[in-house]
């Protein structure tokens, strides 16, 4: 890892232990699993690349699997410190020194390479006087080009070039140089086998190779056996021509392409080959086929008529997309009389989409986004598929089509209904009718895209699309497992299909609780019942306990006194068991005392009092005293006084106070006139058993307490010997934020006479808010409750003894950690039933009446009872933000964005398939609340209705009023920035590329008017930044996209062009090129005024002008224009023919002038074999004619006079400027001289030199 990223996860982890030693005290009571997981969180925030965190998490995984290594893992957190020592330092420094002096070669990480050591090329070393400067390492530099180069499979010079270009960005250099190395060239060409993959290929020309070979639709072999076997059964030349247009779905033999029929059937029938026996023909088997037989025979015109409206009443008759050829049996029923389909089609403007030469299918020229909602919400396969493949058509292409609202519509859907078989049927059903090919292109941005927001995993939408198809439907599962070949998913496949689905493991764990019934017999207890009455007195209540449940005192008979042995030793398995439990769990005594007490019935305020001595603690309680019920709960194993609950059901019941056991042998109790204690020394019934004490010995400073629990503590060596923990852990335990949750009780005090300290924690609640204040000394603890009443369905009742009404649920908000001061840090919060379980990494505490085990570290995943409170607290969850809002004006911040903050994900709660389900419902549940803000209405929206954007340049670009108009979409309120990441997860768009195209394409089909260049600039400077988050690939498939949009102003153009339907090429204009008007009039140049509203030398200008230098746009140089324009213009006759004269002779002139200069770029001998000079017989070519200089040009003939019989070719004096001098003229004829212009004549051949003598 890096060093930095190193020091400051360090850094952060010993600050939270050491600024707040009671960290260290949590981590001790934590299981090392949650530790592990705390830690990985923070190191989430600081890693600044994946990789580094998934070293660091991978490590952290290696000591979450080893018992051993978690607990001396857990011991290092709590004790140790994160310093290295110095000797270890020192040494590594050493080490470090020997290897710089010693090793010439830089290897990769182990981690990031193969198994065998890689070698990158070795830098030049830096001299001692150079100045050094922090560089990215070599495996730094060779992640980041893999990075780009990954998905390629063939680089050009381009490529390379834009790669250069992003290692540039992404290290914020210039040049590539800055990096330390030599040119971007030369590091390719030393480190080539490391930089490039084997299978990659170069492309140094970006033409592709044409194929002129002819291409046929049937092969010759294939012909001549079908006509080889027809001749079997008729040698009728016309019908055998129709059968063959008929087989092979042609309007003629010819367009086969080997020529006449005549003369193929002839040749055939002389050279009879053998006939393949292999492959046999339908249409031949046939004696004849009628429709055939009657096309050869004269039809009425009125018949025609008939047929044709038959045919167009069979059309009107297919579904959309079906497939006309086979729907309307064309070729069997009209194509004999009404000839090739598509022909018939076009003659009456029927629309299709072609998929191949013989499969067109039907489309609805009518098609709107409206009917295609219409029918998605009546679940209508036919017309949903057939509306959107229409409205694709009606744009065009793809790049054309409103991909993003049509995605935004069906998503929309999705939120109003229920993910279920039918909805994945009707998904299924769709994708069985669109093209295959088309369907490739938008399945995962339409359909699955949308789903994946809902669902949450692409994964389990695959899984679920697979097994709802219909495995006996050949033609269902092959086009999904075409699919899945096409688009890479490997669950749809044929291995699939050999799988018995019908094979369910199902596994069940059965959770037994410890449970107890009557020690007795009914026989037994009537006998007790005879020899003794009830007696109310507490002393007699305990003595009538053992007599009725221990058999204490008793005479009973021999069989009597065998039953009731045997009743004592199953109890004492039983407590024995129990009591394993309690040690090996440890049942956190202290917690379960207090619930104890929240149970009681009080008549001041309930109150209870730790005392802590160093032999015993002593819990003091303002209750009205223990009562018969209680003592007789006590003495018992699964009872409890608490019988009906008030907030619903609670499991494991009675087992509470034997938590005490953990810390003490022989626990006292005093309350209301009873005195008793429990003795493990009498074994494991000793639990349950009560023993009088005859003598209190009471503490002066609490004698007012109607109810005292002392406990007597075990010896250290004793705890130690049951893994229990320190006296001090146990009371850490003790939370503020567990008065939240209890009944009655209000204030808890822990007075430790060891260190002669006193903490008090109190709750106040405050009137008409939902807020609860927890006080602590000097600090005040605030939070929100929301709780929810939940009528207990009957199917849930059906599985308890108890009748259970109702229960509650309640979750917690600490407003204390929120405030509008700086960044908000939430701290993980515990579950809680009653009191804490542990944290699960939700940022709030839910409290709810779970079923949990003895060791309450968890809560039972097979119980029914947990499923329900689970299902329910996503709308409790839901019901806080109208909470907020009813009490905002109590809350530190705005009630929307409080809401966001507690917002749960699934990367934040640690691994539990109990609570990550409820992640994904509350969001899937807010994705169809309309519950946020939005810029220009004043009505709520749902999240994917609405825009978070960041970039004022877009917003500057697509106003509120455009966004809406051309997207159907909103910009949330600029105050929820700060929760981009949940936002984002519940649907709300970005604006990327695909959404920034789709509106300059929708804008620019109105009239192009000129404050459409001040939003272009704009709108390519955020093009520019959406295309470097995308990969090569994708870059260039968007460049090539911008290229087709008709969206680039030219200068001296009033229309704009799109750069890809012109074959000239378009230039930059540039301020220290003088270009004569006539040539920059005929030059294609990109208007200026792009960027004359940006500064000089600004980042959005430079961004600008990168992007479409990428698009193609060149700079303007004369090398440039001569070779790109002017040269091909030259070459092409056509082109130069459509040039005007005074273009064509500036062309000349602005060469000549580059001449004079001495621009040794001028190819002369080119020019001269392709140019085309003024003269006297208009445009002519030096090469292929004489042209003469006529007296103008100094030269000392005039032909025209001296010889005026003959006609002679002169060049055109148009090229001489006005008032031009002698010596400026002696160039101009120089320069001509040099393209083959002569003063006078040069016999060319006998004909030539007849004609000039003949003229003389």
Request: net charge negative.
């Amino acid at each position: 890892l890096e060093q930095k990223e190193i020091e400051n996860i360090s850094k952060i982890i010993n600050d939270k232990l050491d600024n707040n030693n009671q960290q260290r005290k949590i981590y001790a009571s934590m299981d090392p699993i949650d530790i592990i997981n705390d830690l990985i969180e923070i190191c989430r925030k600081v890693c600044q690349s994946y990789t580094s965190f998934r070293k660091i998490s991978h490590a952290l995984d290696i000591i979450s699997k080893d018992p051993m290594l978690r607990n001396i893992f857990q011991i290092a957190i709590c004790h140790g410190n994160l310093e290295m020592p110095d000797q270890t330092i020192q040494s590594k420094q050493s080490s470090n020194k020997n290897q710089c002096n010693t090793s010439k070669k830089i290897y990769f990480n182990s981690s990031d390479s193969s198994d065998n050591d890689i070698e990158l090329k070795t830098k030049p070393k830096i001299k001692p006087s150079e100045p050094v400067i922090t560089h990215p390492n070599d495996n730094e530099i060779l992640q980041a080009f893999k990075e780009q180069i990954g998905p390629l499979k063939m680089i050009t010079f381009n490529l390379l070039s834009r790669i250069e270009q992003r290692l540039c960005e992404k290290f914020k250099v210039t040049h590539f140089q800055e990096l330390g190395h030599d040119t971007f060239t030369n590091y390719i060409a030393q480190n080539e086998q490391l930089l490039f993959p084997i299978d990659i290929k170069f492309k140094f020309s970006s033409s592709e190779c044409n194929d002129n070979k002819k291409t046929f639709i049937v092969l010759f072999e294939d012909l001549e056996q079908f006509i080889l076997q027809i001749l079997d059964r008729s040698t009728d030349q016309p019908y055998i021509e129709q059968v063959i247009c008929y087989h092979y779905q042609i309007e003629s033999f010819e367009q086969l392409g080997y020529g006449s029929f005549r003369s193929i059937f002839n040749s055939i029938k002389q050279n009879k080959k053998s006939q393949n026996t292999s492959i046999h023909y339908e249409c031949i088997l046939l004696d004849e086929i009628p429709i055939l037989k009657q096309t050869l025979n004269k039809t009425s015109k009125s018949f025609l008529q008939d047929v044709e409206q038959q045919a167009l009443h069979a059309i009107n008759q297919c579904h959309l997309l079906g497939n006309l050829h086979f729907d309307t049996q064309w070729n069997l029923r009209f194509r004999s009389l009404l000839g090739n389909l598509k022909t018939f089609l076009l003659r009456h403007s029927i629309p299709i989409l072609e998929i191949d030469h013989i499969t067109f299918l039907k489309l609805s020229s009518n098609s709107t986004l409206d009917l295609f909602k219409e029918s998605l919400y009546n679940y209508d396969s036919i017309l949903t598929s057939g509306h959107i493949v229409s409205i694709l058509v009606q744009y065009g292409s793809l790049n054309n089509a409103p991909l993003s609202l049509l995605s935004n519509i069906v998503h929309t859907f999705f939120l109003t209904t229920t993910l279920d078989n039918r909805l994945y049927n009707f998904l299924i059903h769709i994708f069985l009718r669109i093209p295959f090919l088309l369907l490739s292109f938008i399945i995962e941005r339409i359909f699955l895209q949308p789903l994946i927001k809902l669902e949450g995993s692409q994964m389990k939408i695959r899984e679920i699309l697979w097994k709802t198809i219909d495995k006996q439907d050949s033609n269902m599962i092959m086009r999904f497992i075409q699919l899945g070949q096409q688009l890479g998913f490997t669950e749809w496949s044929m291995d699939k299909i050999k799988i018995d689905t019908s094979i369910k493991i199902i596994q069940q764990e059965k959770h037994l609780p410890v449970s107890v019934s009557n020690l007795v017999t009914s026989s037994l207890v009537s006998k007790v019942e005879q020899t003794f009455s009830t007696n109310n007195n507490a002393y007699d209540l305990i003595e009538r306990i053992r007599r009725e449940k221990f058999g204490i005192g008793l005479n009973l008979s021999n069989e009597s006194q065998y039953l009731t042995d045997q009743l004592k030793s199953l109890v004492g398995r039983s407590l024995e068991r129990l009591s394993k439990e309690l040690y090996n769990s440890d049942m956190h005594f202290v917690l379960e005392l207090i619930q104890n007490a929240d149970d009681n019935q009080y008549d001041n305020k309930p109150s209870l009092v730790f005392v802590i001595d160093s032999n015993s603690i002593n819990i003091y309680n303002n209750e009205i005293g223990f009562q018969e019920n209680n003592i007789q709960a006590l003495c018992d194993i699964g009872k409890s006084t608490k019988g009906k609950h008030k907030q619903g059901y609670i499991g494991q019941k009675g087992i509470g106070f034997k938590s005490v056991f953990t810390v003490c042998d022989r626990p006292e109790i005093y309350s209301n006139g009873y005195q008793i204690c429990f003795d493990a020394s009498n074994g494991s019934i000793g639990y349950i058993l009560p023993n009088w004490i005859q003598n209190e010995n009471k503490d002066v400073e609490y004698s007012n307490w109607r109810t005292r629990i002392c406990l007597p503590l075990k010896s250290e060596n004793e705890m130690q010997k049951h893994k229990s923990r320190s006296l001090t852990e146990s009371f850490n335990d003790i939370h503020p934020s567990l008065l939240l949750f209890l009944n009655r009780l209000r204030s808890i005090t822990i007075h430790n006479r060891l260190t002669n300290s006193k903490q008090i924690y109190e709750r106040i609640d405050i009137s008409d808010t939902s807020i609860v204040e927890i006080r602590c000394e000097q600090i005040i603890e605030k939070w929100f409750i929301i709780k929810k009443q939940l009528n207990i369905p009957e199917e849930i009742k059906a599985n308890f003894d108890d009748v259970v009404e109702a229960t509650e649920i309640a979750l917690a908000f600490p407003l204390h950690e929120v405030n509008n001061n700086g960044e908000i840090i939430l701290t993980k919060q515990d579950v809680y039933a009653y009191l804490p379980l542990r944290t699960f990494g939700f940022t709030f505490i839910i409290q709810a009446d779970f079923e949990v085990p003895s060791s309450r570290q968890d809560i039972l995943s097979d119980s029914i009872w947990n499923q329900f409170l689970l299902n329910e607290i996503p709308f409790v969850f839901l019901s806080s933000l109208d909470a907020f809002y009813q009490e905002q004006s109590s809350l530190p911040i705005d009630p929307l964005r409080l809401f966001l903050y507690f917002l749960p994900n699934e990367t934040s709660i640690y691994s539990n398939n109990l609570f990550t389900p409820i992640c994904r419902t509350i969001l899937r549940l807010l994705r169809s609340c309309r519950f946020l803000p939005v810029i220009n209405d004043n009505n709520l929206h749902m999240p994917n209705e609405c825009v978070l954007i960041n970039d004022l340049t877009i917003k500057e670009i697509i106003t509120p009023e455009l966004l809406y108009n051309h997207l159907n979409l909103y910009y949330l309120k600029d105050d929820l920035y700060e929760h981009e990441k949940q936002l984002y997860e519940l649907g709300v768009h970005r604006l990327g590329h695909n959404e920034l195209i789709d509106f300059i394409k929708q804008m620019f089909t109105s009239e192009i008017i000129i404050e459409n260049k001040s939003i272009l600039s704009k709108w390519f400077c955020c093009l520019y930044r959406c295309l470097n988050e995308l990969s090569l690939i994708d870059e260039q498939k968007v460049l090539k996209h911008i290229q087709s949009l008709k969206i680039f102003p030219l200068k001296h153009y009033q229309e704009f062009i799109s750069l890809d339907h012109i074959n000239q090429i378009i230039f930059f204009p540039s301020k220290n090129i003088q270009l004569p008007i006539l040539i920059e009039h005929d030059l294609m140049i990109i208007n200026e005024e792009l960027w004359l509203n940006l500064e000089e030398n600004s980042i959005e200008r430079i961004q600008i002008q990168t992007l479409l230098e990428r698009l193609g746009i060149q700079r303007v140089t004369h090398r440039a224009i001569c070779e790109q324009h002017i040269y091909p213009i030259f070459e092409n006759e056509k082109l130069w023919k459509e040039k005007s004269s005074e273009v064509l002779i500036a062309y000349v002139m602005y060469i000549f002038d580059l001449w004079l200069k001495q621009n040794h770029y001028i190819d002369m001998s080119r020019l001269k074999s392709i140019v085309q000079l003024l003269t006297n017989d208009n445009f002519k070519s030096p090469i292929h004619n004489s042209i003469y200089f006529t007296p103008k040009y100094n030269s000392p003939y005039d032909l025209l006079r001296d010889f005026n019989g003959y006609k002679w070719i002169l060049i055109s004096d148009k090229y001489i400027p006005e008032n031009s001098s002698l010596n400026y003229r002696k160039k101009l004829h120089e320069f001509f001289s040099e393209l083959s212009i002569s003063n006078f004549l040069f016999p060319i051949n006998n004909s030539t030199y007849e004609q000039f003598n003949s003229s003389i």
